[in-house]
């Protein structure tokens, strides 16, 4: 059963990678498709990215997320 993505969340990418914290999940407001922005540490700098839910699991778990 998936699982809504809220803010707070920890995910990762399906292919592997940092564990990142969701910032926001809803739609892009261009193309309205659902849209996650995650961040996350390199090292001692911060980055940001969209990603699409379909991308991304839960981290430390097997359960794929959602957008409400």
């Not at 809504?4 to 914290?21: E, I, N, R, W, Y």
């Not at 809803?26 to 969209?50: I, N, Y």
């Amino acid at each position: 059963m998936a699982e809504t993505l809220k803010a707070g969340d920890v995910v990762k990418l399906k292919s592997g990678g940092p564990d990142m914290t969701v910032q926001n999940a809803g739609k892009d407001a261009m193309t309205l498709r659902p849209s996650v922005t995650c961040v996350w540490f390199d090292g001692k700098e911060m980055k940001q990215h969209d990603f699409s839910p379909e991308t991304l699991e839960f981290a430390g778990q097997d359960r794929a997320p959602t957008i409400a």
